[in-house]
């Protein structure tokens, strides 16, 4: 993950202050912003201003590995984290999209955008007492660009451009750029500003405090209970704006079946993403849900797609990759097993920006194209045993999916079949979550699924698809194409918003026609919040827990 982009799993659990912005950044952004709207009150109390008090319990649908955005970072880990626990220098406001002062109190970039200069605030500590000095942020870039560290999904956003940082005294931060980045800021809003006390010793990668960060952040780390929990207290020695819930409990759930029975118990406040046939059924007829939770369904900026490992053999001709998804039938599987709680894409850009190109053409299910594809490619029945074959190996392909997920193991049952009739043979290996990043990261697979989460109305697809992100980044297709490359990166110092409109659309075009990934849908994304909190606002930057509040009448129901 770096910045906005965050990864998660398909169907199991899910890759910014001041005032000082250009105006290509910003795009069609207000509108955007216009666009979000509170969640209507949910009791007929006068409840009157915030206050403090209280804690909610919040369904995590995956035990993260750790607790840091460097080391193979995922979207829980981010949710967690950023700006809970570590905080960023600038921060994007969740609702104008503006960018507002965090760490730094002020900035200013200069007018050719290649230098950054950043004014740090004065009198923060981290949550253990210690100071807080520019010289904290020097060591986070440090630590970035550390080729040991591994750190290469965030190092994205920064190491193409920015090749020089200074602290030239505690107050001061500087960042010194030979490329322009449209979305610096954004990156620099997303970077979590890492503790020189904590880790200057010790392996980065391995070190104890991954799973106890020590932030600057409105809420401290508290504790982890193995298979259970993490805890999040509120940070009351906090600089700015603080949390107003005393704690927030993030409880590890994986099946979804159980998390519904936990909330209508009383033991869940808020579920982020309630599964298509739950939504559907128990929740809109169950009357303790319906009774005591708020039901709200949100468009985040992503999309859930298929990913081909290019580099195995059988994945390297496009057209193997085109039959694959011509066998991929969307439309049933949004109908049937999705509950219609989406809609088909073929683009890897937000269906709500300017720059999405709604002319390409559509993956349809074809399994006669399909088929004329993979005789092109080679692909025959030679001994007629019902199975393709090419150099006398069989078309057989392994499917990586998640223990638990069960919404992928319907979907891909279907899917197996369709590729049966077609010869393809394909073998579903259920892992967990830990070892799912891992492989992927290793490219120890064949195909798999992922959902693609832009946690900011800002895109930029470089990792997805650059191949200097195959190692240790997230093109996880192992995809290199010269030509896209050269187009990603000219996007990304592109100011003008027309002319980066026009690279993002040739960007779109080459990605749908050479499918490295495969698109499907544009997930609605169904969520469940107990009545009793107030402050909550959805949005492309998901829903911001600091700001979440509960009455004082109300505070006693909480866990």
Request: glycine letters at 6%.
């Amino acid at each position: 993950m770096r910045k906005t982009l965050c990864l998660c799993l398909a169907a199991a659990a899910c890759v910014k202050g001041g005032k000082q912005e250009s105006g290509e950044e910003r795009g069609d952004l207000k509108a955007q912003a216009a666009s979000q709207t509170p969640i209507a009150a949910q009791s007929p109390l006068d409840d009157g201003p915030p206050v403090a008090g209280g804690q909610i319990v919040v369904h995590l649908e995956v035990e993260p590995a750790h607790l840091s955005l460097f080391i193979n970072p995922d979207l829980w880990t981010r949710r967690i984290t950023v700006p809970m626990v570590y905080d960023t220098l600038l921060r994007e406001d969740a609702k104008t999209f503006e960018y507002t002062p965090a760490l730094a109190q002020r900035w200013e970039v200069s007018p050719d955008n290649l230098s950054y200069t950043f004014h740090i605030r004065p009198g923060v500590t981290w949550h253990d007492g210690t100071p807080f000095t520019s010289k904290d942020v020097k060591f986070t870039f440090d630590k970035l660009y550390d080729p040991s560290v591994r750190a290469q999904a965030m190092r994205a956003s920064f190491e193409p451009f920015c090749d020089r940082w200074e602290a030239p005294d505690d107050a001061t931060f500087v960042l010194h750029c030979r490329k322009r980045y449209f979305m610096m800021l954004s990156s620099i809003a997303d970077l979590p500003i890492q503790p020189a006390h904590i880790f200057g010793k010790g392996d980065f990668n391995k070190h104890e405090y991954l799973r106890k960060p020590v932030g600057t952040g409105p809420y401290r780390f508290e504790s982890w209970t193995a298979g259970r929990e993490i805890v999040l207290a509120r940070n009351d020695a906090y600089y700015g704006k603080k949390g107003f819930l005393d704690k927030i409990v993030y409880m590890f759930v994986e099946s979804p079946v159980t998390a519904v029975q936990l909330a209508k118990k009383g033991e869940l406040d808020f579920m982020g993403r309630v599964r298509e046939a739950q939504w559907v059924g128990e929740v809109q007829t169950d009357a303790a849900l319906r009774e005591n939770f708020q039901r709200i369904t949100d468009w985040p900026n992503g999309f859930a797609f298929l990913v081909f490992n290019t580099a195995r053999p059988i994945f390297a001709d496009k057209r193997v990759r085109q039959a694959l998804a011509s066998l991929f039938d969307r439309q049933r599987i949004l109908d049937t097993i999705m509950h219609g709680q989406g809609r088909l894409t073929d683009s890897v850009y937000y269906f709500k920006l300017p720059s999405y190109a709604k002319d390409l053409p559509p993956v349809v299910y074809d399994p006669e194209r399909a088929k004329k594809l993979l005789d092109e490619a080679g692909w025959k029945d030679s001994d007629g045993d019902g199975v393709r074959d090419r150099d006398g190996k069989p078309f057989h392909l392994t499917y990586l999916a998640t223990v638990g997920s069960t919404t992928m193991q319907k979907w891909l049952t279907l899917f197996q079949e369709d590729l049966r009739k077609a010869g393809v043979t394909l073998e579903i290996s259920t892992v967990e979550w830990a070892t799912f990043q891992e492989r992927l990261r290793k490219h120890n697979f064949d195909a798999g699924s992922l959902v693609s989460v832009w946690t900011s109305p800002r895109m930029d697809p470089f990792e997805l698809f650059h191949t200097s992100q195959i190692a240790d980044g997230q093109n996880y297709a192992s995809y290199s194409n010269l030509e896209l490359d050269r187009l990603l990166e000219q996007m990304r110092s592109e100011l003008d918003e027309t002319k980066r409109a026009a690279l993002d659309r040739r960007i779109q075009q080459i990605t749908r026609e050479e499918l490295p990934i495969f698109p499907q849908y544009n997930n609605a994304v169904n969520a469940i919040v107990h009545k009793r909190i107030r402050g909550v606002v959805t949005s492309p930057m998901w829903y911001q827990l600091q700001e979440w509040w509960i009455p004082k009448a109300l505070q006693a129901a909480a866990r």
